[in-house]
């Protein structure tokens, strides 16, 4: 089945770039979205297909997809951004969802 | 829209739980509706989802046989169910709106279920 592989953590100071990778086979091929979850709270959608932001999402989030890997980026980081951050994807050949492990952005 | 699942569930090993979610409107027309959970201080685990417009669900391999997704397209409410519960099973469980293949928002604020003897 596929995989995506998410490092566990991030660390970063307030005001830096923040980047977060979730690796696959060739997933650049594939549709990816990431999503936000802050502790006791519900996931919140923050990059949809690959790169696109959902209203009310700040322009400082951004993503991209290439190859095996698609990144997740956050500029100018905000003490508030901080947040576990997971990748997912759709595997058309199971018809299955897949969710990465999830990356724990720990602001400085 | 928003998704308002129903409230906190205590079980015992081999039982069964019901979770609803109630949309704030009409999301049945051409949109889905998937579960995912979450164990404590663990990632997120797709279970399943239905599309009511075409009557098709569809779940995740280790779930086949133990979980059934309906949907009440009358009252915009679906329906996790989820049987032969274990210990492990303890965890928060979400619904989520879905837009196409697997894009998933909003998503509803969880609801516990704790498994124990």
């Known amino acids: 089945s596929y995989v995506l592989t998410q490092s566990p953590s991030v660390s970063v100071a307030p005001g830096q770039t923040a980047r977060m990778t979730c690796g696959g086979d060739?997933?650049?091929?594939?549709?990816v979205h990431w999503y936000q979850q802050k502790p006791g709270q519900a996931p919140v959608l923050v990059v949809s297909?690959?790169?696109d932001r959902p209203s009310g999402i700040p322009e400082r989030f951004s993503g991209s997809n290439s190859g095996n890997m698609a990144t997740l980026t956050i500029s100018r980081v905000e003490v508030d951004d901080e947040a576990d951050y997971y990748c997912?994807?759709?595997?058309?050949?199971?018809?299955?969802?897949?969710f990465g492990g999830g990356t724990k952005l720990t602001v400085l | 829209v928003h998704l308002v699942q129903s409230g906190a569930e205590a079980k015992k090993p081999g039982s069964s739980v019901k979770v609803s979610c109630k949309a704030s409107?009409?999301?049945?027309?051409?949109?889905?509706v998937s579960w995912v959970r979450q164990a404590p201080g663990q990632g997120l685990e797709w279970m399943g989802g239905?599309?009511?417009?075409?009557?098709?669900?569809t779940y995740a391999q280790q779930f086949q046989g133990r979980v059934t997704i309906t949907a009440d397209e009358n009252s915009n409410t679906a329906y996790m169910e989820l049987r032969g519960l274990r210990t492990e099973d303890t965890a928060f469980y979400y619904c989520?709106?879905?837009?196409?293949?697997?894009?998933?928002?909003?998503w509803g604020q969880g609801t516990l279920v704790t498994v124990s003897s």
């Open positions: 409107e009409d999301i049945f027309r051409g949109y889905g």
């Open positions: 060739n997933i650049g091929s594939e549709t």
């Open positions: 989520a709106k879905q837009h196409g293949a697997a894009l998933y928002d909003p």
């Open positions: 239905i599309i009511p417009m075409f009557e098709t669900t």
């Open positions: 997912q994807v759709w595997d058309m050949t199971t018809d299955h969802v897949i």
């Open positions: 297909d690959d790169r």
